[in-house]
């Protein structure tokens, strides 16, 4: 949903405008409210009180966020940036066989205006050269899955609720 009080969303997406930087402690607030945005649709559906939601995705960041550090220590942890604004996390593990996405969330006024897409294809062109392929997990009834598949990725592996895709160079 595109918001009228954000101009950097309100106009179309320019590529150039976009940016990534390593997070810093100071983005703890932005990421938690990311992170909250991304379970929106599945917290209308439970009946708790607005204290326990956020106490619940308080607990789930924290644990999500341990993890993603504990199993990918080389993992790069970026804050992406339009224009000067946080609109988003891109986390990478470029240490195994394949490029791995770990996540990449967007702020929901930056969803659908081809952040997501310009990012991926930035990473495509770097594993192209690099002849490595690209490896990424998807919830197979969401959104993402139409970029990933127009992109290229394919399913390799059903893992629980998600699959592993993979993008091949050439």
Not at 50 to 72: G, N, P
Not at 142 to 163: D, H
Request: glycine share 8%; net charge negative; with cysteine.
């Amino acid at each position: 949903m595109v918001t009228l009080d954000n101009p950097i969303a309100s106009a179309a997406f320019d590529p150039a405008a976009s940016t990534l930087r390593e997070e810093h402690p100071e983005d703890e607030t932005f990421l938690r409210r990311l992170y909250a945005s991304t379970r929106t649709e599945e917290m209308a559906c439970v009946p708790w009180s607005d204290e326990q939601k956020t106490a619940f995705l308080d607990m789930q960041f924290d644990l999500q966020r341990a993890h993603y550090r504990s199993y990918h220590p080389q993992g790069e942890f970026k804050i992406v940036l339009i224009g000067p604004r946080p609109a988003g996390r891109f986390y990478l593990d470029r240490s195994g066989e394949a490029f791995l996405v770990i996540d990449i969330a967007l702020s929901p006024e930056y969803r659908g205006l081809g952040v997501g897409g310009h990012l991926l294809e930035n990473l495509l062109a770097e594993a192209r050269v690099a002849s490595t392929p690209v490896r990424l997990h998807v919830e197979p009834y969401g959104r993402a899955l139409r970029l990933y598949q127009r992109l290229g990725f394919t399913p390799i592996e059903v893992q629980g609720i998600r699959w592993l895709m993979e993008w091949k160079p050439g």
